[in-house]
């Protein structure tokens, strides 16, 4: 559980800090990504996948419940070398993809401080921490989200089956492909963690002119890629 903890915080905690980045990046006002597009976006989610899982190399780099879901629906008999699929070691997944989650939005925030400061648009400030849907829609949004996990932990799954060499990346290319092709309905959270643990920092920070956390939508992204990753690691094992 050591091992989990401390790898999984810091891989999360990475993965957050430099996908909050971007997104503050390019939405906050002063910025030099300021008004960068989507695809800044994207490709800045992709390359922040692509360093949380070489941080946490060593316990399967899961950073995201959803993973940690799609192998356990998967019959894996292991989440990693060494670290078997049983209750403790997948909570100790849960809480440690949590922690680091709300870190790297901590981290994000410190490095934007100044911004976040002189911003005084809530929704544009939220945004930065949490994904949030264009057309409010709950169960539609909800089918979004499912959808979109269900790709990202299917062809994660696939790829152990068909070994490519290209590692981290291929898993960065993936995640940059949800974003470009799925995530302009939600902003394609597809990972409880990322969501909830940035949302929670930005309950607690003391960030002028935040107003809200939207916690009725919150639950949206939690359910959403919990269920598409159980259903993409089923699927995922029976072919």
Known sequence: MATIFLYEIAGTAMLTLLGGGVVANVILGKTKGNAGGWLLINFGW??????????????????????????????????????????????????????????????????????????????????????????????????????????LVFIIVMFGNT?????????????????????????????????LGPRLAHAILPIPHKGGSDWGYSWVPIVGPLIGGALGGLVGAAL
């Open 163 to 195: 070994p490519s060499g290209l590692g981290p990346l291929a898993v960065a290319l993936l995640v940059v492909s949800i974003g470009a092709s799925l995530g302009g309905p939600t902003g394609y959270a597809i990972n409880p963690a990322r969501d």
């Open 46 to 151: 992709g390359l922040a996948v692509f360093a949380g899982v070489y941080t946490a190399y060593k316990t399967g780099a899961h950073i995201n419940p959803a993973v940690t879901v799609g192998l356990l629906a998967s019959g894996a008999p292991e989440y990693a070398p060494g670290i078997a699929v049983n209750f403790g070691n997948t909570i100790a997944y849960f809480l440690a993809e949590l922690i680091g989650a709300f870190i790297g939005a901590v981290l994000a925030w410190l490095s934007y401080k100044n911004h976040y400061d002189h911003e005084t648009d809530a929704g544009t400030i939220l945004g930065t921490f949490s994904t949030g849907p264009e057309i409010r829609h709950r169960g539609w949004n909800l089918v979004t989200e499912i959808i979109a996990t269900f790709v």
